[in-house]
């Protein structure tokens, strides 16, 4: 049963970005080894590299000491590594002994009647409630999870890997699975736990190695440390710029007792009054909640309850539509530029035509060239009006979404505004952003840098496994204490805080 | 740009080239000589100005449907349902004559009522498609094959119930109407109405100042490739589709109008003739540029009409025109592709 599992040198690149700059771990077999890192630091690749998802351009990946090639997910399984992925990979419309036997190699004729007895024994064994002859989609997540790690024991997992299993399952649940991994690890079968909740891996794991921008940041073991985890995953805490102080203006967005639900997650009476010519940071690590309010901001996601008012306005917006808040003054700037905010085909000045919406049935062409020419030159952007928006690089598409901002604007939602652009481009992002502020708009953005949070919000929410913050101000925070929030410590206090004011 | 458009057009000769190749493998295959038989072809498309008159007659309506479709694919919708809509069209074009023949008014008035009549027939079959796909969450696909056979039956319903012969119902379809409804043609005989060619042209030249230059296209164009970021942009992306239906049925509507006052002079069972089909291939090939929609659909009809030349010069089966078509835009799709692929790979994006 015991495998020791030997990383040696993984380098993976996706265009320009290097996910994996040669890392190398050593995991010891019998062991629950902690996979650290905040969002884009390269854990997802590795592991997908180790479970046969990616291959890495270069490296090797050794199992008791013999190369390993592990190029699909089924050599993956041959050779004993089952990966148990965020969303669970499983058949929602099948019963779960089909979904069970499914990844099985083996004959035509799938043996489903051994396979339930065996199914409801494993079950038995770890003390899950499944009952074979169920359906998929009936389960909970953590139930999902349950049968998904049955099944990667069942076909020969000598290596389990889970990427971010605690997110979405309940408290029993968390505990039962963590009584699990322990078993299993006792049995010497080799845990690799992805996570970014650092009590999590404080409180299950043998040893914690930290990813930061697709290096080994540093590995660490029991008692670990928070504030040397926080450190080794956000790097060091760099001097700011003094800030202005915010004059409280007139309200703009006020948001009461908003609850938001998605499939992973529950939101409950967010609270949030945004003031003219403010910036509000949205923190937390990806899909922690941040996205879903941003998105509700702007009439994109509608609330089950509470209320959205933009209040300059004296209008309640609740369950209006994205165009109705469009039409209040309110711009929504989504992080996937080139998917969701841009259209693939059309040109830049088409983009601009469209962008202020004329009027009269035919576009008035002498015109739209000359907004073109002059929002080109305003915003800097290199393209011509002619180019095709996806000819654009990155920087230039993120300058092409600010340049289409139609004026006057009350609120302006933006998503990650500098992600994957260089310091160039993020520091005139800023600038023109910061022009709008001046101009009366206020900012809610998000951002999963933590050096861009602190240093551009005059306020912060953290958003935690969908629970959010009350606004802290951004002054008293410091890198250190904002990458605990996001890693789910140090909550008490803020909200013994608020409970007291 | 030059060198695109270049090798675009070394593509697209590939393709046809291709096709040709797969149409003689089928003609070799069922031992029929293969030039004789493209001879024959081109001689029944424009061996007399009798057959050329045909290719136009048969021109109208493809072009029609095209450019409905034309507007439809802009906003990346697959209107699949355009035969029924081609076909509703028909059935209210003559629902209009039937109920005017008896009328007195003047034959030009009661043939513009039915052309009216036709395109509502078409948009109202259009926009039950779009309201499924905005309202109903039904794809516009699964919605439109649907309808498809709801109006074949419809159709067949009609001419063998409520509007059959007097006597004994027959399959080639209602009554014709009075002489003094059809629409004139050029000369006695001949079935190519100067009216419909008109509508035709104008039907195309409409879709192609629309696409181009209005707000209309250009919001259409920015639905149909991103509607999410269309909504972001500030476009109500349900009403552009559902217009997009609706534009798209009128025209279709216009096509079944056009078979049924110029060409048949009555409706019959399968009165919209594949054109509706045929359109998606025009449009795919065309690459949605209206002018060149115009002129494969003038192909298109030359081979349909010239392969009716085959059963009774060569006893071979008409049909091969519709080999030719069919692999031509499966080579042309493929064509693309496979550029598409290289571009990639020359850029060395992701996979």
């Known amino acids: 049963m015991d495998v020791r599992v030997e990383l040696r040198d993984i380098e993976k690149s996706f265009g320009p970005v290097k996910a994996n700059a040669g890392i190398s771990l050593d995991i010891p077999s019998g062991s629950i080894q902690g996979i650290l890192g905040e969002n884009g630091a390269g854990k997802s690749t590795l592991m997908k590299v180790l479970s046969g998802f990616i291959r890495p351009d270069s490296g090797r990946i050794l199992l008791d000491g013999k190369a390993a090639s592990i190029g699909s997910p089924a050599d993956a399984i041959r050779a004993g590594v089952g990966m148990l992925h965020q969303d669970p990979l499983d058949f929602p419309p099948l019963r779960l002994v089909d979904d069970f036997v499914l990844g099985r190699p083996g004959g035509i004729g799938p043996e489903r009647r051994s396979a339930a007895a065996e199914l409801a024994r494993l079950a038995g064994r770890f003390g899950f409630a499944l009952d074979p002859e169920g359906y998929v989609d009936a389960l909970t997540v953590g139930e999902r999870q349950q049968l998904e790690i049955l099944r990667l024991l069942w076909i020969g997992a000598r290596v389990l890997i889970l990427d971010e299993p605690t997110t979405g399952i309940s408290l029993p649940q968390k505990e039962k699975l963590f009584a699990t991994l322990r078993e299993l690890a006792s049995e010497g079968m080799t845990v690799l736990f992805v996570s970014h909740k650092l009590e999590d891996v404080e409180a299950l794991c043998d040893r914690a190695a930290v990813l930061r921008q697709g290096c080994l940041a540093g590995e660490a073991e029991p008692p670990f440390s928070s504030e040397a985890l926080v450190s080794l995953m956000f790097g060091k805490a760099v001097e700011l710029a003094p800030k202005r102080r915010l004059e409280p203006g007139r309200s703009v967005l006020a948001a009461k007792g908003v609850c938001l639900e998605s499939p992973r997650l529950r939101i409950q009476d967010l609270s949030l009054c945004v003031r003219s010519g403010e910036v509000i940071g949205l923190a937390g690590m990806e899909g922690s909640g941040q996205a879903l309010f941003l998105g509700a901001c702007a009439g994109l996601a509608r609330p089950v309850a509470g209320s959205f008012c933009l209040e300059a306005e004296g209008l309640d917006m609740t369950g209006r539509s994205h165009l109705d808040y469009k039409r209040a003054g309110v711009a929504y700037l989504p992080a996937a530029r080139l998917e969701q905010a841009l259209v693939p085909g059309l040109t830049l000045g088409e983009h601009f035509t469209l962008a202020e919406g004329g009027r009269g049935l035919f576009v008035d062409r002498k015109a739209a060239a000359k907004l073109a020419e002059e929002r080109i030159a305003a915003y800097n952007i290199k393209g011509r009006p002619e180019s095709r928006i996806e000819e654009l690089s990155g920087g230039n598409q993120q300058r092409a979404l600010l340049a289409l901002l139609t004026s006057p604007l009350s609120l302006i939602l933006v998503e990650h505004p500098t992600r994957g652009l260089d310091i160039e481009s993020t520091i005139y992002i800023w600038g023109k952003l910061k022009e709008r502020c001046a101009a009366g708009s206020s900012i809610v953005f998000i951002s999963s840098d933590l050096d861009e949070i602190l240093q551009y919000s005059d306020r912060v929410l953290v958003f935690f496994a969908g629970r959010a913050s009350p606004p802290l101000d951004a002054a008293s925070l410091d890198v250190e204490r904002l990458g605990g929030l996001i890693g789910g410590k140090g909550w008490d206090e803020i909200e013994g805080k608020a409970g007291r004011a | ?351």
Not at chain 2, 294 to 322: C, E, H, M, T, Y
Not at chain 2, 323 to 337: A, C, H, K, P, T
């Open chain 2, 1 to 351: 740009m030059r060198k695109e458009r270049l090798a675009k057009l070394l593509f697209g000769i590939g393709a046809l080239a291709l096709a040709l190749g797969i149409s003689t493998l089928v003609l070799l295959a069922a031992k029929a000589p293969p030039l004789a038989a493209y001879a024959n072809i081109a001689l029944g498309a424009l061996g007399s100005w009798d057959v050329a008159a045909n290719v136009l007659v048969s021109w109208v309506p493809l072009v029609l449907a095209t450019s409905g479709l034309l507007v439809t694919f802009t906003a990346g919708l697959w209107n699949i349902g355009i035969e029924g809509q081609i076909t509703l069209g028909a059935i209210f074009a003559t629902w209009a004559l039937r109920a005017l023949q008896g009328a007195a008014l003047p034959p030009a008035l009661a043939i513009g009522l039915a052309f009216a009549a036709g395109m509502a027939g078409g948009a109202l079959w259009a926009l039950l498609t779009g309201a499924l796909r905005t309202f109903g969450g039904v794809n516009e696909i699964f919605g439109g094959l649907g309808l498809n056979f709801v109006s074949t039956a419809l159709n067949i319903w009609l001419i063998f119930g409520p509007w059959k012969r007097p006597g004994v119902a027959s399959m080639s379809g209602t009554v014709p109407f009075d002489k003094s409804l059809w629409l004139p043609t050029l000369a006695p005989g001949s079935r190519l109405a100067p009216a419909s060619l008109a509508l035709a042209l104008a039907g195309i030249a409409l879709v192609f100042v629309l696409l181009r230059g209005s707000y209309f296209g250009l919001r259409l164009k920015a639905v149909g490739r991103n509607p999410r970021a269309a909504l972001l942009l500030g476009i109500p992306a349900e009403r552009y589709l559902l217009a997009a239906f609706l534009g798209c049925g009128l025209l279709a509507g216009l096509a079944g109008a056009v078979q049924v006052t110029a060409v048949y002079h009555r409706l019959i069972p399968s009165i919209s003739s594949g054109y509706g089909y045929l359109g998606l291939m025009v449009a795919m090939l065309a690459s949605n540029q209206a002018p060149l929609a115009a002129l494969v659909a003038l192909f298109f009809a030359a081979l349909n009409v010239g392969s009716i030349r085959l059963p009774i010069v060569l006893k071979l089966d008409s049909s091969l025109a519709g080999v030719l078509q069919g692999s031509l835009v499966l080579f042309f799709l493929l064509g693309q592709g496979a550029r598409q692929r290289l571009l990639e790979r020359k850029r060395g994006g992701r996979p």
